[in-house]
């Protein structure tokens, strides 16, 4: 199974962008499902959490403005990004967790700027 992430691109301040992250074939034993970050010369940073049963979870950065949620059925998640800032530029990943393997999108590229 791969993770397929889009979405991304050039965003204003104040603006808007929705990532989505899809699956090409259904996932067992899912335990949690999250975004990452990862902008130039810094570590990958945790952005987003969704459990399987559906809690969520964000770091004091982005909470308030992000939101992770998922489509089962279409074997998507998604992360609904307002408000930006410029400090939100970064390549965006995608992780699905399991009980025995961890997958990774390949990354999408959000560039905030006026």
């Excluded at 104040?14 to 989505?20: H, T, V």
């Excluded at 990452?36 to 770091?59: D, F, H, L, M, S």
């Excluded at 400090?87 to 965006?92: G, H, I, L, P, S």
Aim: some cysteine; aromatic content about 10%.
């Amino acid at each position: 199974v791969q993770l397929q992430a889009s979405g991304g691109g050039l965003g204003q301040p104040g603006g808007s962008l929705r990532l989505s992250c899809a699956a090409s074939g259904r996932i067992h034993s899912i335990f949690s499902l999250a975004w990452y970050r990862q902008a130039p010369g810094k570590q990958r940073e945790w952005v987003a959490t969704i459990t399987a049963g559906g809690r969520t979870n964000y770091p004091d950065s982005v909470r308030g403005r992000f939101t992770i949620s998922r489509d089962i059925a279409r074997n998507t998640l998604y992360l609904q990004m307002n408000s930006l800032k410029p400090e939100d530029t970064a390549v965006y990943y995608c992780n699905v967790a399991t009980q025995i393997k961890n997958y990774w999108g390949q990354g999408t590229q959000v560039t905030v700027s006026s």
